[in-house]
């Protein structure tokens, strides 16, 4: 199912409890953490934190990467990127339920990914974006527009989910969901925004107009 918003913390300027206690006031479905410079005690305190507060609401609470910090926090989920460990093996290691999420960077990534049947497909950057250190190449509005409609032809009766991520803003958010986006991810404009929930209400309304 389509769900909207999907945020993902990376380097905020919020405390992380606090981001976490809005995107619940919110109703934000997916709530992922992304923090690849934290020690493992650190991030897996975060993330003992951010699941204390998600718990029993509506908030789903996904680790990126880390299979084993996931187990420990008894997050909802896990993200995978292109070079963790594969679908299969996150499947097996896993207890049954959790969730489990694909980031891809191209089409052919995006339909390797789909074969999965994942919960849902990250697709992008759509635009450039400064966030990862190590960037993948813009894949734009046309891409992402192609591979919503094969998710769709593929699975007719429930579509994967296909997330849109990478340079995403308030500038070009219209031209996002023009595509037939329904599922948005707007790192920076988040992470470095004060005014986190101003944004989050002003951002879901774009999409609901749509």
Same mark, same amino acid.
């Given at each position: 199912?389509?769900?909207?918003?999907?945020?993902?913390?990376?380097?905020?300027?919020?405390?992380? %409890?606090?981001?976490?206690?809005?995107?619940? /006031?919110?109703?934000?479905?997916?709530?992922?953490?992304?923090? *690849? $410079?934290?020690?493992? /005690?650190?991030?897996?305190?975060?993330? #003992?934190?951010?699941?204390?507060?998600? *718990?029993? %609401?509506?908030? *789903?609470?996904? !680790?990126?990467? #880390?299979? $084993?910090?996931?187990?420990?926090?008894?997050?909802?989920?896990?993200?995978?990127?292109?070079?963790?460990?594969?679908?299969?093996?996150?499947?097996?290691?896993?207890?049954?339920?959790?969730?489990?999420?694909? %980031?891809?960077?191209?089409?052919? =990534?995006?339909?390797?990914?789909?074969?999965?049947?994942?919960?849902?497909?990250?697709?992008?950057?759509?635009?450039?974006?400064?966030? *990862?250190?190590?960037?993948?190449?813009?894949?734009?509005? $046309?891409?992402?527009? =192609?591979?919503?409609?094969?998710?769709?032809?593929?699975?007719?009766?429930?579509?994967?989910?296909?997330?849109?991520?990478?340079?995403?803003?308030?500038?070009?958010?219209?031209?996002?969901?023009?595509?037939?986006?329904?599922?948005?991810?707007?790192? /920076?404009?988040?992470?470095?925004?004060? $005014?986190?929930?101003?944004? !989050? !209400?002003?951002?879901?309304?774009?999409?609901? /107009? %749509?």
């Amino acid at each position: 199912m389509d769900f909207g918003l999907y945020i993902i913390i990376s380097n905020p300027v919020l405390a992380y %409890s606090k981001i976490a206690e809005i995107c619940v /006031r919110q109703k934000i479905k997916y709530l992922q953490l992304r923090e *690849k $410079d934290l020690d493992d /005690r650190k991030l897996l305190a975060i993330a #003992r934190e951010i699941k204390s507060i998600t *718990k029993d %609401s509506e908030t *789903k609470f996904i !680790i990126n990467d #880390r299979a $084993d910090i996931c187990l420990l926090s008894e997050a909802d989920g896990l993200h995978l990127g292109q070079d963790d460990i594969s679908f299969q093996d996150a499947v097996d290691l896993l207890p049954k339920g959790k969730i489990i999420g694909i %980031s891809t960077h191209n089409i052919d =990534q995006a339909l390797n990914a789909l074969k999965f049947n994942p919960d849902y497909i990250g697709f992008g950057p759509i635009f450039k974006t400064p966030t *990862k250190k190590k960037p993948d190449p813009e894949v734009g509005c $046309d891409q992402l527009k =192609q591979i919503i409609t094969i998710s769709h032809n593929l699975n007719k009766s429930q579509d994967i989910p296909i997330v849109a991520i990478g340079g995403i803003d308030e500038n070009n958010i219209c031209e996002i969901i023009s595509t037939g986006a329904k599922n948005i991810c707007m790192v /920076r404009a988040f992470m470095s925004n004060n $005014d986190f929930e101003k944004k !989050i !209400i002003k951002i879901k309304k774009y999409l609901e /107009r %749509s």
